[in-house]
Every structure is written in C-alpha cells, then in structure tokens.
C-alpha cells in the first residue's frame, strides 16, 4: 500500500535545501528494525508522552512548510500544533494564513509522531517552523523556542560553504540549552550541516546505494552518527524520512528518563550526550560495518542502525559510577586500578565529570568480570559536547585493558571527535578495566568536562531454551555455560507483557540447566534473561 505524491524539483529557499517527495510506502516491518514493535510489546506507554517536539522544515518559495495534522498517517489533533511562518507569524488552527501544506512535511511527521507508524506517536506538542526562520531567528541568535523542545528533527541541509556559520550555531545552542537535534547528513556525496555540527545526532540511511552522504567531514570527524531505515522508495526522499525514525528515538528514551526508568537522576539521564550514547551504543551492527581506533564510526554507518528498544533497555540498567579515579603524568601510562570492585550490571550507563590539570590526565575506571567459558560482545560509547563558546574540544579517550594482565585489548582515540567507541563481538571472559581518558594540557578547552558513557556487555549468539513435557510436568533446559542467566515466564504475550523470575530449583543434567513445572502452574511462554554482575 502506498502513497503517490507528484515529484517537484530540488530547489533552493535562502540556504537551505529540502529533500523532496516521491513515492511514498508504508513500511511498517521498519518498526520491527529499529527495535519500536518490541518496545510496545514490552511497555506500550512508551510513545513519546509528555516530549515536547519541533519539525522545522524548508519550503520551496510557495511557504509550503506546514503538516496537515488530517493528512491521513499523521491522524494528529489540530491543538498539537503551532505554525510559524518565515516573518515569525504564528498559527493554531488548519489551513492557516502562515504557510500551506508540504507534502514532505507530512511524511516526516507520518514517521515521527504519525499515528498508527511514527515512532513517537503521544508527543506534547508539535512546533512546526519554516526552517529559514527557524534558523536565522532561533538558533543564530541562540533565542528559546516558541515552545522549547526537547527533540528538534532537520530533514534538510544547508549549503556545504555554510559549514562556518551553521555548525558552531547550533553546537552554541545544543551545548547552552540542551536541544536534541537529529540532523540530515545530506543526500549523497561529503556530509554537508546541519549533520556536521558536534553536538547534534547526525543521520544517515542504513544503505548507502540510497543517496545517503558518507564521511568523514572536512576536518577528518566521524558523521553520521548512526543510520535508520530507507523509508522512502524515492532516493531524494531516503534522508527525509530516516531522520525521524531517530527523532522519535529520541523522543521515547527523553520520555523514559523523565519517568525514572533510567533512575532518581532524571537531568543526567535526560541529558542530551546520554540520549546520544544510548542510541549509538544500542544500533545494531550491519555486517560490513567497520571502524578504528582514531576512527570510532564507520563512515556509512555511524555506530549502526538504530535500536530503540536497545538503548532503552541500557537505560534501565541504570546509572553506575566509575570504580576508582586515577591521575597519571599528562601522556604517562595509565594501567588499571588497584581497586577490584566490579560495577553491578553489565548493561547501563553514567553521566558523570573528569578533570584534569595541565600536566596531568585522568582517568576513570569501569570495572567489569566476565565469568563462564564462552565469550561476549561488549559495546561502549563516550559522548561530551563542545562547550559553548569554543572553538576547539577537550580530548577524552576510551580504552579497555585486561584488568590481570594490564594488556591493552583495544582503544578508540580520535583526536578530533567528541564520540568514542568501542565494539568488540568476541571478547574472551575475564575481568575488564574500561577507561574514560582525559588529557591534560596547556592546550586544553578546560580542566572539567562531563561526559556520558553507556555500556553494554552481552553474549552474543542466542542461547537455545527448550520447553518438553515429563510426568504432567514442563521442562525447561538450556546450557550451562555461560552462568548466571535468569528463567522468566509470562502467562501471555499481550501488551503489556509482565515478565516474572522462576524461583524453582535449577538441576544441571548433561550440561544443561533444567527446571520442572507444574503443567498447571499458569507458565506458558519463557525466555531468559542476561546476567548482571
């Protein structure tokens, strides 16, 4: 089923260029990618709620700027919105005398907060601006919105010779007023602003045969950040309509912190780099993503493609300080810590400040034991932002060491990206020292940086889990190795689904784990639950 919509030419308002409509599908399997059906399954309040949200979005000379809150896969109340035209006229009624309706307009929102397939379909509220005026009013001048959102979505682009003015712009705003912004790379060829801004989420399409900008940006950094699906069946249109598939992303993890999900400590957890972390750290690897150490992201894919239902899960792991805090000679080595504490979980994240003097470096040291005999994949992304104001960034560094060896395993140490990160699939168990690295120097931005971290540490490859009946009893068996894996049962798998532990004694028979049920005991469907040490 599909949408056709009548194809206009790319043009050119100011500086700002849209990323026209095609033919639009509905793809509602693109749910399933990005980790949203589960996420309903599991915790159907998830939608966005209480987010307020903007679309500023470019039109084409006609003041086509607006969405249609009828349109029919947006199907949102008129009092959502508020229109701002490009003289700063505002309106909250549909049709309007402040601009018309944009067709791309329409499909973004169908994707972002549209009901029944946008992501973030319960948002607050909806600020839809004409994007000149958005930016040359707002950001520029560094002015709070209409109504200040918390996620901004930019499915347009600015000339690449705007670079100058565009990305310290909107890095000033990001850094003062905390503003998420999920920000088109460009729709082929070098990454162009406002995706090459530091403090944004930039955003390409998971296939980069669909028109997608690949990086690195003229001054060597990593962008995109990370990718979503090719929504459109038009090339031009690809962009357009993956970029909302992060905003709304980032809309629900917003909306999770503020609830406590991700603990008491709802500014950190709501707090622009830990947003980013978690939706770097939770995308899913494609299988020819690659990246190095002084390269953190692939130049296509950024950390992956996004998993909502990854990053949310990594929020609810809660946040977990370092272990111990060391200073090192600036440069020096910077083996691990003495302390053999370990943190509690194995997926979760921080928010938290390093400090450094100019001829010393810090580091701050995430613990972590890996028991078992089969190995794990681990996944750890550093964000901070560049500070109001500067023109250069403090230098931090991940890096993982065998904790009873002090054997480096691996690093990522770019020294011109504010995003670390380390993804290894086959990590052998053990005890692990994860280092967040700031260097000292006279040249350094400032002493103090804050910094988030998400972390995730998993095996790998499923583990089988089978379910056979003896003398009016259910058996569940699965491998002993790896330990410490959890039995959970539901009695049905309707939303929303309520998980509970199995408390029966496990026996380990053949090398298998075994539990016995009662048939009657209500327990039908099961699933196991990775360990948390």
């Keep these: 089923m599909y949408v056709r919509r009548h194809a206009k030419d790319v043009m050119k308002k100011g500086f700002i260029f849209l990323f026209l409509a095609g033919v639009f599908s509905l793809r509602a399997g693109d749910l399933d990618t990005i980790g949203v059906t589960v996420l309903r399954q ?5 939608t966005g709620s209480g987010v307020k949200v903007a679309q500023p979005e470019a039109d084409t000379g006609s003041d086509d700027y607006e969405v249609n809150p009828g349109y029919a896969y947006v199907n949102q109340p008129t009092n959502l919105f508020t229109y701002i035209s490009t003289n700063g006229a505002t309106a909250t009624n549909f049709p309007n005398s402040a601009g018309v309706e944009s067709g791309h307009a329409d499909e973004v929102a169908k994707n972002f907060y549209g009901i029944p397939i946008g992501v973030a379909t319960n948002v607050n509220h909806v600020d839809n601006y004409d994007a000149d005026y958005f930016f040359g009013h707002y950001i520029y001048n560094n002015l709070p919105l209409l109504h200040p959102a918390r996620v901004v979505n930019q499915s347009f682009v600015f000339d690449p010779g705007d670079e100058p003015t565009v990305d310290p712009a909107y890095d000033n705003y990001a850094a003062n007023r905390g503003t998420i912004f999920a920000s088109a790379v460009g729709a082929g060829g070098a990454v162009v602003p406002p995706g090459t801004g530091y403090n944004c989420i930039a955003v390409g399409v998971d296939n980069s045969g669909t028109g997608s900008s690949t990086g690195p940006t003229a001054d060597g950094r990593c962008k995109p950040d990370i990718t979503a699906p090719d929504a459109a069946d038009d090339p031009s249109s690809a962009l357009s309509y993956a970029i909302p598939y992060v905003a709304g992303a980032a809309a629900i993890l917003v909306q999770a912190a503020n609830r406590r999900d991700g603990g008491a400590n709802t500014n950190a957890a ?19 993503w690659t990246n190095g150490t002084a390269s953190p992201l692939d130049a296509r894919y950024g950390a992956g493609l996004v998993n909502v239902f990854n990053s949310w899960e990594q929020m609810k792991g809660g946040q977990h300080a370092f272990i111990e805090s060391t200073t090192n000679s600036s440069g020096g080595a910077h083996p691990p810590g003495a302390n053999t504490n370990n943190e509690p979980v ?25 028991p078992g005999g089969n190995s794990f994949t681990l996944a750890a992304t550093l964000v901070w932002n560049k500070q109001y104001g ?12 065998t904790a009873a060896n002090s054997n480096l395993v691996t690093c990522s140490t770019s020294l011109v990206d504010n995003v670390e ?8 168990a053990g005890r692990y020292d994860l280092q967040v690295l700031k260097l000292g120097s006279i040249s350094q931005v400032s002493q103090s940086e804050a910094y988030a971290l998400a972390f995730e540490v998993f095996v790998p490859l499923p583990l089988p889990l089978t379910v056979g009946l003896a003398n ?11 330990t410490s894996f959890q039995l959970q049962s539901a009695t049905s798998l309707n939303p929303p689904v309520s998980w509970t532990s199995i408390t029966n004694a496990v026996t380990i028979t053949n090398n298998q784990n075994v539990v016995s049920l009662p048939v009657g005991s ?4 099961f699933r196991l639950v990775g360990p948390t040490f």
């Design 472 to 482: 009016s009893n259910a058996v569940v068996s699965w491998p002993a190795e790896p």
């Design 421 to 428: 990160h380390i993804y290894l699939p086959a990590l052998p």
């Design 42 to 46: 599991v915790d159907p309040t998830l």
């Design 390 to 401: 500067a023109t250069n960034i403090n230098n931090l560094n991940l890096f993982l060491y």
């Design 522 to 525: 209500g327990n039908r469907f």
């Design 270 to 288: 709501s707090d622009l780099r830990t947003v980013k972390a978690l939706l770097l750290n939770g995308a899913i690897k494609p299988t020819d």
């Design 346 to 370: 194995l997926a979760g994240w921080d928010f938290n400040t390093n400090s450094t003097t100019t001829t010393s470096d810090t580091v701050k040291h995430y613990c972590f034991n890996l």
